[in-house]
T-cell receptor, first 110, second 113 residues
Framework: ELKVEQNPLFLSMQEGKNYTIYCNYS?????LYWYRQDPGKSLESLFV?????AVKQEGRLMASLDTKARLSTLHITAAVHDLSATYFCAVRYTGNQFYFGTGTSLTVIP | DTAVSQTPKYLVTQMGNDKSIKCEQN?????MYWYKQDSKKFLKIMFS?????LIINETVPNRFSPKSPDKAHLNLHINSLELGDSAVYFC???WGTGGNTIYFGEGSWLTVV
């Protein structure tokens, strides 16, 4: 059974702190995606990770991929309130099927 | 111009009714999807079409019927609506080959009462 799991499901962190969200998937895949969803809004693409060891950074967010461990991380550096949102990872499987993780709801508090 | 647009954005309807949600993309993509997001924000793929052909049909009640008149449109018709159908339905699209990122519409909030 295909599974894409994220942890934690809920994360409350103070401004200025660092934290990491983890995404584990059960079956080999060559593509890993990170999305952001603000409350009541659509999903916005953040990163696409294409190969083992890939690392991408945008502002305070950095994503990495370890295909051997079937693990991706989304690292948040010096969090600010604007980063409060729900973050999803997604994995592409055969036949262009995208399966999404359970989501991590992030709240950054002053 | 909105890349992936859905209508209606909000829909409140009674149990047993039939309703449709329409989706159009102007990105020139060849693959379109319907996803369902439940109250816990869990996203589940329902259908995928590539160039008007059904590619993915996950375990979805046959009350849900997608229709793709052309590769820029993918509509979702739901018969005999049930309380459990209440959710946000997202249309999305991408280039099917190469595993390019999916672009999502704004979502359609369906409430069945």
């Amino acid at each position: 059974e295909l599974k894409v799991e994220q942890n934690p499901l809920f994360l409350s962190m103070q401004e200025g702190k660092n934290y990491t969200i983890y995404c584990n998937y059960s079956t080999t895949s060559d593509r890993l995606y990170w999305y952001r969803q603000d409350p009541g809004k659509s999903l916005e693409s953040l990163f696409v990770l294409l190969s083992n060891g890939a690392v991408k950074q945008e502002g305070r967010l950095m994503a990495s991929l370890d295909t051997k461990a079937r693990l991706s991380t989304l690292h948040i550096t010096a969090a600010v309130h604007d980063l409060s949102a729900t973050y999803f990872c997604a994995v592409r499987y055969t036949g262009n099927q995208f399966y999404f993780g359970t989501g991590t709801s992030l709240t950054v508090i002053p | 111009d909105t890349a992936v647009s859905q209508t209606p954005k909000y829909l409140v309807t009674q149990m047993g009714n039939d309703k449709s949600i329409k989706c159009e993309q102007n990105l020139g993509h060849d693959t379109m999807y319907w996803y369902k997001q439940d109250s816990k924000k869990f996203l589940k793929i329902m259908f995928s079409y590539n160039n008007k052909e059904l590619i993915i049909n996950e375990t979805v009640p046959n009350r849900f019927s997608p229709k793709s008149p052309d590769k820029a449109h993918l509509n979702l018709h739901i018969n005999s609506l049930e309380l459990g159908d209440s959710a946000v339905y997202f249309c999305a699209s991408n280039w099917g080959t190469g595993g390019n990122t999916i672009y999502f519409g704004e979502g359609s909030w369906l409430t069945v009462v």
